[in-house]
Nanobody, 115 residues
Framework: VQVVESGGGLVQPGGSPRLSCAAS????????MSWYRQCPGKERELVGW????????NYADSVKGRFTISRDNAKKTLYLQLNNLKPEDTAVYYC?????????WGQGTQVTVSS
């Protein structure tokens, strides 16, 4: 099993990058997927999740209306569209596979929001 995040970097306030999480080694379309983030000096927190078919999503209040989670099961890839970024969105963003036996984390991708 492997999940690899990409798409992070230095972004200006108001920017709109898209993060990707490429999955391999398991049946991607069978499992709920989540995005988490860890802001400097804070605990890791849930950003949101998406059901296996992509039919339902849920978001933390802090990102609702600005972030969008989607997935392409044919490409085995999870996405996180970040819009209207603020400096407080600076964090390491992680994807997580919600296996029935327990979650599996990616290594994360750093997003830094700064002018």
């Amino acid at each position: 099993v492997q999940v690899v995040e990409s798409g992070g970097g230095l972004v200006q306030p108001g920017g709109s990058p898209r993060l990707s999480c490429a999955a391999s080694g398991y049946t991607f379309s069978s499992y709920r997927m989540s995005w988490y983030r860890q802001c400097p000096g804070k605990e890791r927190e849930l950003v949101g999740w998406i059901t296996p078919t992509g039919g339902n999503t849920n978001y933390a209040d802090s990102v609702k209306g600005r972030f969008t989670i989607s997935r392409d099961n044919a490409k085995k890839t999870l996405y996180l569209q970040l819009n209207n970024l603020k400096p407080e969105d600076t964090a390491v963003y992680y994807c997580r596979v919600e296996f029935w036996s327990g979650p599996y984390w990616g290594q994360g991708t750093q997003v830094t929001v700064s002018s």
